[in-house]
C-alpha cells in the first residue's frame, strides 16, 4: 500500500494546490475509451498515472482491491491466478476499474448483476477541497451514488474494492434461452441477428474456439457465422476459454476495425497481416490521432425493454446502421443520474457504431451534427439514457432540461 498513499498523496497535494488558486482541472490517467476530442492543457492536469495497481486479493471475500487505472485484462490476469474474475468485465482489455465505474460500464454479464458500480463495495475519494472521503453503498451513499457515471466531476477516485466471483476454464456459448451467467446479442440486419447466451464451466465436450489469436476469426464474424448455421431447434455450441471470451471483441473493435479496409480486401489473411492494428487500444489511438469522431455516429443508448423494438425501428427508418449490440441491463438504480421516469426491469443497451449512412454527411459538420441531434431527440423523446463518453450535441439548455428532468444521462 506505500505506493498507493504516495500517489494518493502527491495527488492530494495537486487538488489543494488547484482549490487553493480557485482554478480547474483535468484528470490525466494515461489512456482513454472515450471517443471524444478533448485539448489538453499541461498546467492544469492532475496526474493519476500512477494508480495502476492491483493492491490486494481476497479469495475468502472474493474481493479486489485495486487502484483506478488498473485495466480490465491486467485485472483479470490477477484475479484468474486464484480462479475468480469480476462479475462485470467491459468488452476491451483497456477499459479500466476507475473508467467502468465513473463511465457507467455494463456487459454481457450486466442482466444479472446491473452496471459495473453494483459490483463495487468501497471506493476513496479525493474531493474538491483536497480532503479524501470513503464512500460505499451504506456509508456516504450520497456520494458513492453521486460520483457513479459522473465522469469524475466530483473528485478523483484513488481506490476500489470490486466484488469477484467463482471463474472457470470456459464460457460455453448457445443460442438458446437457458440458465445462464452471460447474455448479449448482435443485430446484423433486421431480420438476421443472434442472442449469444454463456455458462462457466470448468469442463466442457464442445469445441473449444479462441478470438485473441491474429489468427483467430473476429468474434462478430464468427457469431454472424453461427446464427446462419443454427436454429432454436437446431442450436450451435461451442466452448470459449474465458479470457478470450470476456475480450471477445477486442480484436476488430467490435467491427469497427471492418471501416479500415476501404482500399483492402477483407478477408482472414488481410486481418492476420493487420491484427497489430486491429485491437481496441490501438484503434483508439488512430481514431484520435486521424480526427475520426465525425466520420462515424459512435454512440450508446440504454432503452426500456418496452420501447426496444419502437428504438430499433426509428434507428432503421433514420440511420440504417448495421450491426447493432444488443445488451440487456438489469434496471433499478438508486445512482440519481440512471434514474428513468418509468419502471422497468431491464433496459436495453443500444451500441449504435459506424459511418452515417449518407456519404454526403461525412466530414460536412452541420449535417453531422444534425444526424446526431435526430438521435438524441429521439432519446430525449423516448425518456432514455444516453452515455457520455462519446459526443455529446445537447446545447447547454438542452442538457440542463435533460438531466433535471424525464431523460437522466449516466
Known sequence: MDYNNEAVAAVTKAVKQFYDRKEGFRIYHGSTNSTRVKALDSKRLNDTTGLSHVIS??????????????????????????????????????????????????????????FFYRTVNRCEIVLANAEISKASPSKNSDLFYGATGALRTLGIITLFEVQLIQAGDYVELTYLP????????????????????????????????????AHDPWFYLHASNKASSSSLTNPAFQAVPIKDYLFRYDCGAFWMGSYSFNTLPFNRLTRFLLDPLMHARKMYQDFHAMGNDHNFIIQDLAIP??????????????????????CPIRAGSQVPVHALPHETEFILNVGLWGPPCEEAIIGNHDAFMEENKVLERKVSELGD??????????????????????????
Open 57 to 114: 486479493i481476497d479469495i475468502a471475500r472474493k474481493s479486489a482491491i485495486v487502484e483506478p487505472n488498473v485495466p480490465m485484462d491486467q485485472l483479470v490476469g490477477a484475479t484468474l491466478k486464484h480462479n475468480l474474475i469480476p462479475p462485470v468485465v467491459p468488452e476491451f482489455p483497456g477499459i479500466t476499474v476507475g473508467g467502468s465505474f465513473s463511465g457507467t460500464a455494463g456487459e454481457s454479464g450486466s442482466f444479472k448483476c446491473g
Open 178 to 213: 437457458e440458465s445462464c451467467d452471460f447474455l448479449d446479442g448482435i443485430l446484423f440486419t433486421p431480420t438476421h441477428g443472434v442472442i449469444i447466451i454463456g455458462r462457466i464451466v470448468n469442463k466442457t465436450s464442445h469445441k473449444v474456439q479462441r478470438f485473441t489469436h
Open 305 to 326: 425493454g418496452g420501447k426496444a423494438g419502437q428504438f430499433l425501428d426509428f434507428l432503421h427508418d433514420n440511420f440504417d446502421i448495421y450491426p447493432l449490440w444488443l
Open 385 to 410: 439514457l444516453k452515455w457520455l463518453y462519446a459526443n455529446v450535441y445537447y446545447t447547454e439548455k438542452e442538457f440542463g432540461l435533460s438531466t433535471r428532468g424525464s431523460c437522466m444521462m449516466p
